[in-house]
């Protein structure tokens, strides 16, 4: 991986992505201290001030759109790793899509872009990443923690380092073994329980019951019906 450490900018997702269209190679990690106009999930902004880090690495995996998804899921693990590794003894939880909780809040966001599929296949994918290592939102769509507020030294460098490994090592198993075993270990971490998963349209209430091999939410509702999920906001609780 190459890293471009940059003091600020807008985003490092939208610098990527202009990075990408250019023909840059995979393997370009966008790194910034703080954002302008940080892009958080389904159109929202993420507050990005310096002492938390933000991140955005190139991919061009070349496959079709439906599994770009599966990357998401090799990210979150990297993130889980990342995070446990600098609070051993915290609980540290997943949770669907691809949100990382300490004691239940959240710690880090996760935002996959693409390029318009060309011949069945996306040519290229960018992974923005950012870890709340010395402040948190106070007002979220969550409840939020940081690194700091949970009692971990580390500063951004160190998360960034630990990061970069634990993507390196997920993706590798995701393109050596394929999604399966990452599905197993997101599973082995994930929170579950009853969920409230708010989509745009429709919201519903159900149980947990894993996710599919496209990496989509399966909700046991209470009529005994699975529905499976592909994109929303979940919320724990009754
Ligand atoms: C979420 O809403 O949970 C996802 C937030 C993703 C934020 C990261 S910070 C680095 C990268 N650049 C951006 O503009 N967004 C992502």
Redesign the pocket.
């Known amino acids: 991986m190459r890293i471009l450490h940059l003091p600020t900018t807008?985003?490092?997702?939208?610098d990527a992505k202009v990075a990408a269209e250019s023909g840059e190679p995979e393997g370009l990690v966008v790194h910034?201290l703080r954002?302008t106009?940080?892009?958080?999930?389904?159109g929202?902004g993420?507050e990005?001030p310096e002492g938390n880090?933000?991140?955005?690495l190139l991919l061009r995996p070349h496959c079709p759109p439906q599994e770009a998804g599966r990357y998401s899921f090799a990210a979150a693990l990297a993130i889980y790793d990342a995070v446990q590794g600098g609070l051993p003894d915290a609980p540290v939880q997943l949770k669907w899509p691809?949100?990382v909780l300490v004691g239940g809040k959240?710690i880090?966001?996760?935002?996959l872009e693409a390029g318009a599929a060309e011949g069945g296949v996306i040519p290229w994918l960018v992974i923005?990443?950012?870890i709340n290592v010395r402040h948190h939102p106070e007002q979220a769509l969550y409840p939020t923690t940081s690194l700091a507020a949970e009692g971990a030294a580390a500063d951004v460098e160190d998360v960034l380092q630990a990061l970069l490994a634990w993507l390196d090592h997920w993706l590798k198993v995701l393109r050596a073994e394929g999604f399966s075993p990452l599905r197993q270990a997101w599973l082995a971490r994930a929170r579950t329980g009853v969920i409230t998963a708010r989509l745009p349209n429709a919201i519903f209430e159900g149980t947990f019951a894993g996710l599919d091999d496209q990496g989509r939410l399966c909700l046991q509702l209470s009529d005994g019906s699975l529905r499976h999920i592909a994109a929303g906001d979940v919320f724990f609780g009754a």
């Open positions: 807008a985003s490092t997702n939208a910034a954002q106009a940080g892009r958080g999930r389904q929202r993420w990005s880090l933000y991140m955005s691809n949100d959240k880090s966001g996760l935002l923005g990443i950012g």
